[in-house]
């Protein structure tokens, strides 16, 4: 079975600092790898997903994420956040294309001016 | 395009009564999932349909939940009876088949007072 621990429950960044949020995940057959951001009262919106290829992955809004076999990490980073990118951060595996995702905790980045 | 869309946005109901909520995937998606986000942890998936069969409904409690998808468009999800512990956010998503896109709509609050 798969299962993903995001090790941190809220980040509080100042705007224009960097952040890393931090995603492990445990599985015994590959997987498929992604981050979803929650806005307040709103649905999960892909920021990047992990496919195969290069361990880097660029997403939307300026995010990006890397992809670290041997620590089973796939840690998400923006060099530069700003107060709109204040959410809820999702990570989440899948075993199978079109199959269900298993999703982590949450972490809720806070950006304050 | 049009996203996908659910209703009601919020619902507030007693223990034991029962609930329904309805979610119109995107046209064309013939996958449909249903995921239950209690408050503090990531969505958890309660049944996936692909047209009007169901593919996995492993963690879906039978005793009390119950979904459909009749002409594998739009679809409803039940509760009968309500607990407490079923507050929560119940998040519809869809996709294309066999794709790793799962496009969320904006979910419906439930409260069980």
């Given at each position: 079975a798969?299962?993903?621990?995001?090790?941190?429950?809220?980040?509080?960044?100042?705007?224009e600092?960097p952040?890393e949020?931090?995603?492990?995940?445990?599985?015994?057959?590959?997987?498929?790898?992604?981050?979803?951001?929650?806005?307040?009262?709103?649905?999960?919106?892909?920021?990047?997903?992990?496919?195969?290829?290069?361990?880097?992955?660029k997403?939307?809004?300026?995010?990006?994420?890397?992809f670290?076999?041997?620590?089973?990490?796939f840690?998400?980073?923006?060099?530069?956040?700003?107060?709109?990118d204040?959410?809820?951060?999702?990570?989440?595996?899948?075993?199978?294309?079109?199959?269900?995702l298993i999703f982590?905790?949450?972490?809720?980045?806070?950006?304050?001016p | 395009?049009a996203?996908?869309?659910?209703?009601?946005?919020?619902?507030?109901?007693?223990?034991r009564?029962?609930?329904?909520?309805?979610?119109?995937?995107?046209s064309?998606?013939?996958t449909?999932?249903?995921?239950?986000?209690?408050l503090?942890?990531?969505?958890?998936?309660l049944?996936q349909f692909q047209?009007n069969?169901v593919?996995?409904?492993?963690?879906l409690?039978?005793?009390?939940?119950?979904?459909?998808?009749?002409?594998?468009?739009?679809?409803?999800?039940?509760?009968?009876?309500?607990?407490?512990?079923?507050?929560?956010?119940?998040?519809?998503?869809?996709?294309?088949?066999?794709?790793?896109?799962?496009?969320?709509?904006?979910g419906?609050?439930?409260t069980v007072l």
């Amino acid at each position: 079975a798969q299962s993903v621990t995001q090790l941190d429950s809220q980040v509080p960044v100042f705007e224009e600092a960097p952040v890393e949020l931090r995603c492990n995940y445990s599985s015994s057959v590959s997987v498929y790898l992604f981050w979803y951001v929650q806005y307040p009262n709103q649905g999960l919106q892909l920021l990047l997903k992990y496919l195969s290829g290069s361990t880097l992955v660029k997403g939307i809004n300026g995010f990006e994420a890397e992809f670290n076999k041997s620590q089973t990490s796939f840690h998400l980073r923006k060099p530069s956040v700003h107060i709109s990118d204040t959410a809820e951060y999702f990570c989440a595996v899948s075993r199978d294309q079109g199959g269900k995702l298993i999703f982590g905790q949450g972490t809720e980045l806070s950006v304050k001016p | 395009e049009a996203g996908v869309a659910q209703s009601p946005r919020y619902k507030i109901i007693e223990k034991r009564q029962s609930v329904a909520f309805w979610c119109n995937p995107i046209s064309g998606h013939a996958t449909l999932y249903w995921y239950q986000q209690i408050l503090g942890q990531g969505p958890k998936l309660l049944i996936q349909f692909q047209n009007n069969g169901v593919v996995d409904d492993s963690q879906l409690p039978k005793d009390r939940f119950s979904a459909e998808r009749l002409k594998g468009v739009d679809s409803t999800l039940k509760i009968q009876p309500a607990k407490l512990e079923d507050s929560a956010v119940y998040l519809c998503a869809s996709s294309l088949v066999g794709t790793l896109k799962q496009f969320f709509g904006p979910g419906t609050r439930l409260t069980v007072l």
